[in-house]
């Protein structure tokens, strides 16, 4: 079983703070993605990271892929309480085979900003 | 365009009855995955249809799970005598293809209650 662990659990920040989301396994992926989950709602995604070392950015977001493809990390600037969520990491398995697409999430991470 | 939709939103059953939740993909999305998610968790896979086959169902937890997919759309995921174990957040996920990095679009969920 491929695991991730995403930290922290719980981050609670005051508007206009910055602040780092881990996700980290002792496993390969083929990918990453990040998702942000709002109450009542399903998990949307916000970015897929594939190449090792790989750095995208969303606005205010920061997404990093490691070298080695087994850990990521979301970096937001300056947070708004707009970004108030869940926010999960999922890893696509380097496995190959007929799992394509499977996903394997990580524990979340709820996010409360204040303004 | 249309999403994903789920129904029922919410189910309330007792232990031991037999629950049906229905998933609505996508139009023209081949690819299907259902997903668990419990309380402070992130969403844990069940299985993975492709077409009207299902081609991964590693995730279901034991024999009283089962999920159809007849026409190659819309999917049934089928719980016999239910535990209060089972009561969490099924989501439901379709994809344009199964290529491992696509994007995942996800329903806003059954929440289960076993009481």
């Known amino acids: 079983t491929q695991l991730l662990e995403q930290s922290p659990q719980f981050l609670s920040i005051q508007e206009g703070e910055n602040l780092t989301v881990y996700c980290n396994s002792s496993?390969?992926?083929?990918?990453l993605q990040w998702y942000r989950q709002e109450p009542g709602e399903g998990p949307v995604l916000l970015v897929t990271v594939v190449t090792g070392g790989e750095v995208k950015k969303l606005k205010r977001l920061t997404f990093q892929f490691g070298d080695a493809r087994k850990d990521s990390s979301l970096h937001i600037t300056a947070a708004q309480p707009g970004d108030t969520g869940l926010y999960l990491c999922a890893g696509v398995p380097h496995a190959g085979g007929t799992s394509y697409g499977k996903l394997t999430f990580g524990q979340g991470t709820i996010l409360t900003v204040h303004p | 365009g249309a999403g994903v939709s789920q129904t029922p939103s919410n189910k309330v059953t007792e232990k031991g009855k037999y629950v049906e939740l229905r998933c609505d993909p996508i139009s023209g999305h081949t690819a299907l995955y259902w997903y668990r998610q419990s309380l402070g968790q992130g969403p844990e896979f069940l299985i993975y249809?492709?077409?009207?086959?299902?081609?991964?169902d590693s995730g279901l937890p034991n024999d009283r799970f089962f999920a159809v997919r007849p026409e190659g759309s819309v999917s049934t995921l089928k719980i016999q005598r239910t535990e209060r174990g089972d009561s969490a957040v099924y989501l439901c996920?379709?994809?344009?293809?199964?290529?491992?990095?696509?994007?995942?679009?996800f329903g806003p969920g059954t929440r289960l209650t076993v009481l």
């Open positions: 496993s390969v992926f083929s990918s």
């Open positions: 249809f492709q077409g009207t086959g299902a081609a991964d």
């Open positions: 996920a379709s994809s344009p293809a199964g290529r491992v990095n696509n994007e995942q679009f």
